[in-house]
């Protein structure tokens, strides 16, 4: 089968998601200049640099109530700053819970039961238990094609691990089975990891 995107595909639903995948999910965190926090998973979220570190992630919907775009790029634009909280497993319904289509009212770390915990170098909260945390400052936001789709990049400035992920040194992801987001209703776990050898090392 073959398909041009803006000509549609013709089946039941879009197959573009289930064909990048799995990706990881950043669970982003941020509190908006009146003080309102907020949390909510984007799958199109990834690091792009080493150094200085530096992540991306990218929001594609709108709600009513933001202006052209969503809680958490409205939050970053007025502040400046997020956190990234990676998923595990076991907060699958958590992480769920926090993906509706809250009013900006709505504190969905009150709302899924999740502790809260300060951020040391940025003015949000963090997911508490996460079995790790990226504090990061907005670097910039870019207008995408299409409608409300804004990718927002950041320098990670503080780092946090949860003390059973660290293992001889490494951060051990088999300790906490990292989710991943896949296509459709569909996701998945790191329950195997394998190392290979890079030519040249």
């Not at 503080?158 to 293992?167: K, Y």
């Amino acid at each position: 089968m073959f398909y041009e995107p803006r000509h549609g595909h013709g089946l039941p639903h879009n197959p573009f998601n289930a064909i990048v995948t799995p990706r990881p999910i950043g669970w982003i965190s941020t509190r908006g200049a009146d003080g309102q926090d907020n949390l909510a998973p984007y799958s199109f979220f990834n690091a792009v640099a080493y150094v200085p570190p530096q992540v991306m992630f990218a929001s594609t919907s709108a709600k009513p109530d933001r202006d052209g775009t969503k809680d958490s790029v409205a939050n970053i634009r007025e502040t400046g700053v997020f956190c990234v909280n990676i998923v595990e497993y076991s907060a699958r319904d958590a992480m769920n819970a926090t993906s509706g289509p809250w009013p900006r009212e709505v504190d969905e770390f009150s709302h899924a039961e999740l502790a809260r915990a300060d951020c040391r170098m940025i003015e949000a909260a963090r997911v508490a238990q996460a079995p790790a945390a990226l504090e990061c400052r907005m670097t910039e936001i870019v207008t995408l094609k299409g409608d409300a789709n804004f990718l927002v990049l950041g320098e990670v400035v503080g780092v946090h691990m949860r003390a059973d992920c660290l293992v001889d040194g490494r951060f051990d992801i088999t300790r906490f089975q990292p989710l991943a987001r896949c296509g459709y209703r569909d996701y998945a776990t790191v329950r195997e990891v394998f190392s290979l050898k890079r030519p040249g090392e």
